[in-house]
């Protein structure tokens, strides 16, 4: 079965702390973003990914940077991390068109 | 600005019922509609839509789209408790490679 796999379901950090989410694919897809899921706003897309040691910004980037060295895996990095960076993080893949997009599980991040 | 709206935001049924899900858009250089259902964790694939009028259909789930009206609707008949989850409706544009998201509508069914 394929899978997208997020490396941690729940992490608290602190202010100020360097944080990495990593996520991995085992379907050989070009495509990977990273998405934050907030109540009342929906998924918003922070960066995306076309292929390896590629990245484009989405719509809320601020704060945030990606990591893209190997096919199958796509990190999001929080450089200095903020409470309003309190959220789910979900990460997807999807190979050419976008039927189909498949979701890692998400990881709920609290930053104290 | 490409947007998504989807309504309403929370809805509450009991088992049995038929539901109707909303979603509008406005989008340049339309792609396709897709929708989504999302329970405790990752959102899984439901349907996608590119043509109005033609119906996809998966057991009590269906769902039709009107490119003239820019809106698509996800019907769900005889609800039962596992169909709880948030319902989300994503638009592509051929202009970008990337999904714009709606906010979703959380559905909870009760016995």
């Known amino acids: 079965d394929v899978k997208v796999t997020q490396s941690s379901r729940y992490l608290v950090k602190r202010t100020g702390e360097k944080v990495f989410l990593e996520c991995v694919q085992d379907?050989?897809?070009?495509?990977m973003f990273w998405y934050r899921q907030d109540p009342g706003l929906g998924l918003r897309l922070i960066y995306f990914?076309?292929?390896?040691?590629?990245?484009e910004k989405g719509d809320i980037p601020e704060g945030y940077s990606v990591s893209r060295e190997k096919k199958e895996r796509f990190s999001l990095i929080l450089e200095s991390a903020s409470t309003n960076q309190t959220s789910m993080y979900l990460c997807?893949?999807?190979?050419?068109?976008?039927?189909?997009?498949?979701f890692g599980s998400g990881t709920r991040l609290t930053v104290v | 600005e490409d947007k998504v709206v989807q309504s309403p935001l929370s809805l509450v049924v009991h088992e049995g019922d038929t539901v109707t899900l909303n979603c509008s858009y406005e989008?340049?250089?339309?792609?396709?509609l897709l929708w989504y259902k999302q329970e405790k964790k990752a959102p899984t694939f439901l349907f996608m839509l590119?043509?109005?009028?033609i119906e996809k259909k998966s057991g009590r789930l269906s769902s039709i789209l009107d490119k003239k009206e820019l809106f698509s609707i996800l019907n769900i008949t005889a609800t039962q408790t596992g169909d709880s989850a948030v319902y989300l409706c994503?638009?592509?544009?051929?202009?970008?490679?990337?999904?714009?998201f709606g906010t979703g509508t959380r559905l909870q069914v009760f016995p």
């Open positions: 590119t043509s109005s009028g």
């Open positions: 997807a893949s999807v190979q050419g068109a976008h039927y189909g997009y498949t």
């Open positions: 989008v340049t250089n339309f792609r396709s």
């Open positions: 994503a638009v592509d544009s051929i202009n970008t490679d990337k999904l714009i």
């Open positions: 990914s076309y292929d390896v040691k590629m990245k």
């Open positions: 379907m050989d897809h070009e495509n």
